[in-house]
């Protein structure tokens, strides 16, 4: 019943001094962002799979492995609450939140790192504080928001691995998430998840063009001897 994904309120944890600064200086140029049970997983295996050379940034959470989880990659890392909670102490998560009672962040520890799946609205708040960072917004088809939803729903069920009661959570953040996708992102920069392989493809273009950007500013841009860095 989709009358019951209802609005939730979410909160999103960023730290916004060191941890940020230090975001500046990491080679994460890709962010893949969208609500739970749209596919992102499998379409940034397809995208590994023709950039070999892009790391992806892991991502530590308090739930259980479940599968499909890694498809070939791995993106988590799954600790105890405690665990968590002290490394968000340390300031050791470029931004976390929580869902359906789990603890998910994003690990500072990977300055490598490249490529990385971030939850909607942390995404936006790292992309502010990195523009040059190309966002990626995967979202469910579907003419309606209702439609889109009962694609979530149907997704999610048939992965059989939360109750009825946690689907109903992360549709209601499915809600926000899709409106601030819709909202704020480039329109060029949305995908609409029909298919996994069309939808791959338009990912790896996107990355393709980004990286082409970005290596003809760095040619006419080239860092000044004395020039002051973070």
């Not at 209802?6 to 962010?31: C, D, E, P, W």
């Not at 892991?58 to 600790?79: A, C, F, H, N, Q």
């Not at 909670?85 to 929580?98: C, D, P």
Request: glycine share 8%.
């Amino acid at each position: 019943d989709v009358g019951r994904c209802l609005r939730s309120t979410f909160t999103v944890h960023i730290h916004s001094n060191q941890t940020k600064v230090r975001y500046l200086r990491m080679g994460a140029s890709v962010i893949v962002s969208g609500p739970s049970g749209v596919g992102k997983g499998t379409i940034i295996a397809r995208i590994l799979d023709h950039f070999p050379d892009l790391h992806v940034g892991l991502s530590w959470t308090t739930r259980g492995w479940r599968p499909g989880d890694d498809e070939g990659i791995k993106r988590y890392k799954y600790v105890s609450r405690h665990e968590f909670l002290a490394a968000v102490s340390r300031g050791e998560f470029l931004e976390w939140n929580e869902h359906n009672g789990n603890l998910y962040g994003s690990w500072v520890g990977d300055d490598e790192s490249s490529l990385r799946e971030i939850d909607v609205q942390g995404a936006l708040e790292l992309h502010m504080a990195r523009p040059e960072t190309l966002l990626i917004g995967i979202v469910p088809p579907g003419r309606t928001t209702d439609e889109q939803l009962e694609t979530l729903r149907a997704r999610l069920s048939k992965r059989d691995s939360e109750t009825a009661e946690e689907i109903d959570t992360r549709c209601s953040d499915a809600l926000r998430e899709i409106s601030t996708i819709m909202d704020w992102w480039p329109e060029d920069n949305i995908i609409v998840n029909h298919r996994v392989d069309v939808s791959s493809s338009a990912a790896i273009q996107m990355i393709q063009a980004h990286l082409a950007n970005s290596k003809l500013q760095k040619s006419s841009h080239p860092p000044q001897p004395n020039e002051e860095t973070l």
